[in-house]
T-cell receptor, first 115, second 111 residues
Framework: GAGVSQTPSNKVTEKGKYVELRCDPI?????LYWYRQSLGQGPEFLIY????????DSGLPNDRFFAVRPEGSVSTLKIQRTERGDSAVYLC?????????????FGPGTRLTVL | QKEVEQDPGPLSVPEGAIVSLNCTYS??????FMWYRQYSRKGPELLMY????GNKEDGRFTAQVDKSSKYISLFIRDSQPSDSATYLC???????????FGKGTTLSVSS
């Protein structure tokens, strides 16, 4: 079946602009995660959704970052007033259920460049 | 000190070599340990996961966890050029809501 898909694959924007990044999880997966991967670093956790609600948003760096998952499937990560330091690959992952041994399936990421 | 430390390499080996990749961590409460492989411009994919201490083998891959030393390893036997990738260690946080990753080690296997 289809894996996790993310759109766009690349996004170039200017400092101060607003961007939206979309994630389509694997069908039927209830848990969804966003991570951010800077160059030369491992992914860093941003937010975790169980169904429609954000069960853990402790990784969001500040209030310019916000994510939604209104129908418990597709999720959108929103970044306001983008800064050059926001440039990174934003990864989305989904898993069938939330639990300690579930497998997270990652999408290919959206490469965000803030000029 | 970061919660998970991993030498970024790069590591270059000839085809057929045995590769050893390692991570250390600081939180003794971590129980689930994973290795992910990430090819260039792709998302990470799960290779191995281990619960608590011990060894786990899957084909050419062996994962080891030593909780007393807070040290985990991934061994790759008979390495192949197709193994060339970045290998990320990861641990599930105590709440079970996120993975905490190392920086990743870039491996290159030459034919």
């Amino acid at each position: 079946g289809a894996g996790v898909s993310q759109t766009p694959s690349n996004k170039v924007t200017e400092k101060g602009k607003y961007v939206e990044l979309r994630c389509d999880p694997i069908s039927g997966h209830t848990a969804l995660y966003w991570y951010r991967q800077s160059l030369g670093q491992g992914p860093e956790f941003l937010i975790y959704f169980q169904g429609t609600g954000a069960a853990d948003d402790s990784g969001l760096p500040n209030d310019r970052f916000f994510a939604v998952r209104p129908e418990g499937s597709v999720s959108t990560l929103k970044i306001q007033r983008t800064e050059r330091g926001d440039s990174a690959v934003y990864l989305c992952a989904s898993s069938p259920v939330a639990g300690v041994v579930d497998t997270q399936y990652f999408g290919p990421g959206t490469r965000l460049t803030v000029l | 000190q970061k919660e998970v430390e991993q030498d970024p390499g790069p590591l270059s080996v000839p085809e057929g070599a045995i590769v050893s990749l390692n991570c250390t961590y600081s939180n003794s409460a971590f129980q689930y340990f994973m290795w992910y492989r990430q090819y260039s411009r792709k998302g990470p994919e799960l290779l191995m996961y281990t619960y608590s201490s011990g060894n786990k083998e899957d084909g050419r891959f062996t994962a080891q966890v030593d909780k007393s030393s807070k040290y985990i390893s991934l061994f790759i036997r008979d390495s192949q050029p197709s193994d060339s990738a970045t290998y990320l260690c990861a641990m599930r946080n105590q709440a079970g809501t996120a993975l905490i990753f190392g920086k990743g080690t870039t491996l290159s296997v030459s034919s």
